[in-house]
């Protein structure tokens, strides 16, 4: 390998990390004040788990926790649903207050009856929204969240790679702060708590 595609590669390497520092640094920093918000989210239009049409606004009126995976996935999207659940426990009365809703990165398998059947297990949030939609549709939403996703594979078992935050919403469907993958259900409920209170 050439000494300049070395370089090419080290440059990219060192702007993804800048760029995912800047969002990730939201984790503990607060939405408002003079600094502003970061651009994360905007308007979509998804179909739910009861294949009913929906867009941007079911993220108004409640605090929400929004987060990217699909049906099929092994390990990071039933811990991390399971993880929301205990924090929203943890919340006590305040966790009527939060909504999860999970947008699938895998339209080709993720229909809204695969939807239902999957997030109607006790482990997960209760009344956590399931969205998906045309592939179009859904690299549109993944963009606007800086997303990303990936089949990975052949064949009916592919899998897919994507990222692992979720992302808190203020009930004026504004970007909050980031809930970094791995957390504890205890650090998530502080976080969620302490956005709710300055909010």
Request: charged share 20%; with cysteine.
């Amino acid at each position: 390998m050439s000494k300049r595609s070395l370089i090419i590669i080290a440059l990219v390497a060192i702007l993804g990390l800048a760029a995912g520092l800047a969002l990730f640094w939201r984790a503990e920093a607060p939405v408002g004040g003079a600094q502003g918000q970061a651009n994360v989210g905007g308007p979509f239009e998804l179909v739910d788990q009861d294949g009913r049409a929906v867009d941007q606004s079911i993220l108004e009126g409640r605090w929400s926790v929004v987060f990217f995976g699909f049906t099929y996935c092994p390990d990071i999207c039933p811990s991390t649903l399971q993880s929301v659940a205990a924090a929203q426990d943890q919340l006590g009365p305040r966790g009527a207050d939060l909504q999860t809703v999970f947008i699938s990165v895998d339209p080709e398998r993720d229909t809204p009856e695969q939807l239902k059947t999957y997030l109607s297990l006790d482990a997960f949030p209760d009344g956590v929204i399931g969205l998906t939609g045309t592939p179009a549709q859904i690299e549109q939403v993944a963009k606007s969240y800086y997303v990303y996703y990936r089949k990975s594979g052949e064949g009916p078992d592919y899998t897919i790679d994507h990222s692992t935050a979720a992302y808190l919403m203020d009930p004026q469907g504004r970007f909050n702060r980031v809930l970094a993958y791995g957390m504890s259900p205890d650090e998530m409920a502080r976080l969620i708590r302490t956005a709710m209170q300055e909010g």
